[in-house]
């Protein structure tokens, strides 16, 4: 089946406290989406890209992604990430089976690496419904109530942190998307609103470095790796 990249974009980056969205902040000489888009342009075997970008974004047009990339298809974000994720599933209603791959990866994960992908899609080949990058939890996790009292310590064991690429079929997602729009459902990521519709994902072990660029100290580190990441090809 083909295999087609969404990239949600669309974010205001609230978090990081800048002044303009996280994607266009730049590091080792790009901006975060520009890094992101130059290394899922390398993903082998893929029939097209769709970013999700702010209607009223300035920054974009500037960058002239567009003609770097032709193949390139840019469609309107929505208020959240599964939202700009489910716009750019519609956009590809005429052209992607039921049964075509999606990769879904953060704009704002420009350290992810090739083999990381090639990982996850070779584990899911033959995979029904698809799956995530993530990482072993290394800290000792607390769940806290409201007074900031420490209710209990939970499972280091079972848990695992989820980073993107998530590998779906492009059918499933979108239905799974369709429904959680429908119900004001909360999901923080693809897999969330798969396991709602009652789907087991798999999990597929990635590097520690694929951080999502956050908060403000994060875009220090990210930089860092890049150049490590650069100088090590
Ligand atoms: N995103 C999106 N559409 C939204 C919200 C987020 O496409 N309505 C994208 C962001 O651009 C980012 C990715 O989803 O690449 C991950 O989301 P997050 O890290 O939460 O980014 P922001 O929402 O921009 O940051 P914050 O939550 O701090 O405002
Ligand atoms: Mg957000």
Redesign the pocket.
């Known amino acids: 089946s083909a295999c087609w990249i969404i990239v949600?974009?669309?974010?205001?980056?609230?978090?990081?406290n800048a002044d303009i969205?996280?994607?266009y902040l730049s590091l080792a000489g790009k901006t975060v989406l520009e890094w992101t888009l130059q290394r899922l342009h390398q993903v082998p075997d893929v029939k097209g890209i769709v970013v999700?970008i702010r209607d009223d974004d300035k920054h974009w047009p500037a960058l002239e992604l567009s003609r770097l990339y032709p193949t390139l298809t840019v469609v309107a974000?929505?208020?959240?990430?599964h939202?700009?994720v489910l716009n750019a599933l519609n956009a590809l209603r005429l052209q992607a089976d039921p049964d075509d791959w999606v990769l879904v990866h953060?704009?704002?994960r420009p350290c992810i690496h090739l083999t990381d992908i090639a990982a996850l899609r070779h584990h899911l080949q033959s995979h029904a419904v698809g799956g995530i990058l993530a990482t072993p939890v290394s800290d000792t996790l607390k769940s806290v109530v409201e007074s900031r009292c420490i209710e209990t310590t939970l499972d280091r064991s079972v848990l695992w942190q989820a980073q993107t690429p998530q590998q779906f079929r492009y059918g499933l997602l979108r239905d799974a998307l369709l429904a959680a729009q429908q119900h004001n459902h909360l999901v923080t990521d693809e897999s969330s609103a798969l396991e709602r519709a009652g789907y087991q994902p798999l999990i597929i072990e990635g590097r520690r470095d694929n951080l999502?660029i956050?908060r403000p100290e994060d875009l220090a580190l990210a930089g860092w790796i890049l150049q490590q990441q650069e100088t090590a090809q």
Do not use: C, F, N, V
């Not at 949600?8 to 990081?16: F, K, L, Q, T, Y």
């Not at 974000?77 to 990430?81: I, N």
């Open positions: 949600p974009a669309a974010g205001i980056g609230a978090r990081m969205p996280k994607q999700a974000g929505g208020d959240e990430r939202l700009s953060d704009a704002a999502k956050t």
